[in-house]
């Protein structure tokens, strides 16, 4: 998958896969990470955004869920088709 120049959103970054998942991310060259934790800790890249994101919360993941439904729908309207993937 190529996401270089995309803005991603990433569960449990604070640890295990999701970290591992943020420093992919920034390595195949990611415009933005937004790195959903618990509890939130300051990321050394500055392309990197930490939420406090419980996906075992309800209220929470609905707010993250639309902001992330809007941040997609507007980044594919952006998006000519000869460059999007």
Known sequence: MNIEHKTVL???????????????????????????MRSPVQHPDNRVTPLTLDVTNGSQSNVRRERSTRLTCSSTMRASPSTTT
């Open 10 to 36: 990433i569960t449990g970054a604070n640890r295990g896969i999701g970290k591992a998942l943020v420093d992919e991310a920034l390595r195949r060259g990611a415009k933005k990470v937004y790195a959903g």
